[in-house]
Each structure stands twice: as structure tokens, then as C-alpha cells.
């Protein structure tokens, strides 16, 4: 069992930086792929990023390649996303989220923090 919560979100001009992190708490923590979700008003709830239990693969969706990074750290039990060159489109309430394995698809993730909104403003 996981659980997660998110920080760091708010408000940013377009062209600036957030840093997102989730901490999470269970004893099972490094067995699990984690990832990064965001939701829109309106829209489906989307993958952003995933990185491997081991931290060594990480994956991205086209949209946010080469401007966001996530990482984490087993020793501490949190992932960031690390996210620069920040457009309006990044609009939405940024989710954490544990899978077993290493993954976008969305329905394999067995647990999920409640969200931290970015707002990114023209």
C-alpha cells in the first residue's frame, strides 16, 4: 500500500518553472514504477511522465519532452517533476501516481495522490 501527496503547484508565467514532488509513504515504495498525470478542465486525465522503480528509465509524453524531468529518490520516498518552458497548455491539476510496473497507461496505476493544480498564464 501507497500513499501519495502532491506539492509545489501555483501560478506561473509562460516561459517560467515548477518543480512538483510527491511524497509518498508505504513500505513498498521502491517496487513501484511511478508517474505524473495532469487533467485539464474539460479533458481526459493524460500521462506526462514515468520513471522505473530503479530510477534508471524514465519516459515522456511528446508534449512535455525536453522540458520536464522527473526523478526520484527511493532514500526519501519522493518523485519530482521538474518542469521549465512552461506554457498555458500546461494548464491542469497534476496528479502522482504508483504502478507495479513501468508504464503511461493510465488504468495500471493502483494508487493516486489528490492532485496539486498549475496554472500557467499568456
Known amino acids: 500500500q501507497v500513499q501519495l501527496v502532491e506539492s509545489g503547484g501555483g501560478l506561473v508565467q509562460a516561459g517560467g518553472s515548477l518543480r512538483l514532488s510527491c511524497a509518498a509513504s508505504?513500505?513498498?515504495?521502491?517496487?513501484?514504477?511511478m508517474g505524473w498525470f495532469r487533467q485539464a478542465p474539460g479533458k481526459e486525465r493524460e500521462f506526462v511522465a514515468g520513471?522505473?522503480?530503479?530510477?534508471?528509465?524514465?519516459y515522456y509524453a511528446d508534449s512535455v519532452k525536453g522540458r520536464f524531468t522527473i526523478s526520484r529518490d527511493n532514500g526519501k520516498n519522493t518523485v519530482t517533476l521538474q518542469m521549465n518552458s512552461l506554457k498555458p497548455e500546461d494548464t491542469a491539476v497534476y496528479y502522482c501516481?504508483?504502478?507495479?510496473?513501468?508504464?503511461?497507461?493510465?488504468?495500471?496505476?493502483?494508487?493516486w495522490g489528490q492532485g496539486t493544480q498549475v496554472t500557467v498564464s499568456s
Open positions: 501516481a504508483a504502478a507495479t510496473r513501468f508504464t503511461p497507461r493510465e488504468y495500471e496505476y493502483d494508487y
Open positions: 508505504g513500505r513498498t515504495f521502491r517496487s513501484y514504477a
Open positions: 520513471i522505473s522503480w530503479s530510477g534508471g528509465s524514465t
